[in-house]
Every structure is written in structure tokens, then in C-alpha cells.
Antibody
């Protein structure tokens, strides 16, 4: 079964850091681009960051550029999101998502269950 | 940044009726447009990609159309499980962007 399982969320103070992980299983992880998408409480979806199959290309929303870093570990089949200088507006459920087609950036066909990040003092 | 605008924000429909949801892009996204369904407490589910191709396992009552800047998701006969929030998303340009969503509720 194709599955994504996020972890690492929690409560953090403004200015703090957190690292999210997304463990992938059931598919050839190294062959697919991956993304992080977040959803603030009661709000819509916001794409956060994407990474290519090799990890050599990364993309970020302006709202997180310079503060968040996406990475992947092929040996562990795991996607990461390092989040620094966290702000209250970063409070959201964070989903990892798998791209539909091998090697391409496109629609997201598989989503994790999400992990909640709360930034508050 | 490409802005995706969905309308209406809320659509009240009786079970068995059809529904038409719209999504407009601020500039052309070609056919690089996806639709997702999200129910409360759940992750989004891919319904349509490439503007008109149904994802695996998606019932035929869901159909997508359009290209360029104007897109439509049509649900031909709403079932109880179809009442949810629907989002469009463009993947033609960085940053990737989602519409604000259309909530389909029971009339």
C-alpha cells in the first residue's frame, strides 16, 4: 500500500525551530518529486515547498523562503521540512504529498494524514 | 504568482442534483490544473488532473473541463459522500497555488 506518514509536529514558541519528517512506503520514493502543503485551522490549502527526485532542485513559497528547508533521504525513504524562525502564522496542519508522475512536478496523488504545528508562547 | 479564484464559495445542492464548480486562473496554466476533494478531518484526495483526467478510483460522475484560465468541475448527480470542500490547484508555474475552495453542502 502506498503510504506517507508525517511526524515531528508539536507546540513551539515563536522564533523556534521544528523538523518535520514524512516516511514513504509502497512506492519507489527516489522516482517522485515531493511537496509539503499546509492548512491553517479553518482555512484553505497552501503549498509550502517542493523537491525534485534528486534533491537538486527545491522550490519555496515566498511566505517561508529563507526560513524553511526541504530535503530528502533516499536511503531512508524520508522527506523532511526543517522549519526555523517560526511565526504564529505558520500554525497549520502540514501534509506531505507525492507527485503523480515519475520525475515530474505535477498533481499530488498521495497525501499523508498530516501533522499539526502550533506556534505560540 | 498565479492567483486561483474559485466560485461560488458555497454551493447548496440537494442529493441527486448536479453541481458545477468554477476555477479561474489569473494567467494561463495550460491544462496543468488539478481538483481535490477534502472532507473534515481528512487529507485532500486527488479527483482530476490535467484539467480533465479522472484519478484512479474516482467515480465517473466527476468530470473536469477547461484550459488556459477557465476550468470547471462537474458532479453529475451528488451522492451523500460528495458533500465536501473542493479545491483547484495549478502546477504550471512556481509557486504552485490553490484556489480558496468551494464548499458543497446539503440543501
Amino acid at each position: 500500500e502506498v503510504q506517507l506518514l508525517e511526524s515531528g509536529g508539536g507546540l513551539v514558541q515563536p522564533g523556534g525551530s521544528l523538523r518535520l519528517s514524512c516516511a514513504a512506503s509502497g512506492f519507489t520514493f527516489r522516482s517522485y518529486a515531493m511537496s509539503w502543503v499546509r492548512q491553517a485551522p479553518g482555512k484553505g490549502l497552501e503549498w509550502v515547498s517542493a523537491i525534485s527526485t534528486s534533491g537538486g532542485s527545491t522550490y519555496y513559497a515566498d511566505s517561508v523562503k529563507g526560513r524553511f528547508t526541504i530535503s530528502r533521504d533516499k536511503s531512508k525513504n524520508t522527506l523532511y521540512l526543517q522549519m526555523n524562525s517560526l511565526r504564529a502564522e505558520d500554525t497549520a496542519v502540514y501534509y506531505c504529498a507525492k507527485d503523480l508522475l515519475v520525475g515530474a512536478f505535477d498533481a499530488f496523488d498521495i497525501w499523508g494524514q498530516g501533522t499539526m504545528v502550533t506556534v505560540s508562547s | 504568482e498565479i492567483v486561483m479564484t474559485q466560485s461560488p464559495a458555497t454551493l447548496s445542492v440537494s442529493p441527486g442534483e448536479g453541481a458545477t464548480l468554477s476555477c479561474r486562473a489569473s494567467q494561463s496554466v495550460s491544462s496543468n490544473l488539478a481538483w481535490y476533494q477534502q472532507k473534515p478531518g481528512q487529507a485532500p484526495r486527488l479527483l482530476i488532473y490535467g484539467a480533465s483526467t479522472r484519478a484512479t478510483g474516482v467515480p465517473a460522475r466527476f468530470s473536469g473541463s477547461g484550459s488556459g484560465t477557465e476550468f470547471t468541475l462537474t458532479i453529475s448527480s451528488l451522492q451523500s459522500e460528495d458533500f465536501a470542500v473542493y479545491y483547484c490547484q495549478q502546477y504550471n508555474n512556481w509557486p504552485l497555488t490553490f484556489g480558496g475552495g468551494t464548499k458543497v453542502e446539503i440543501k
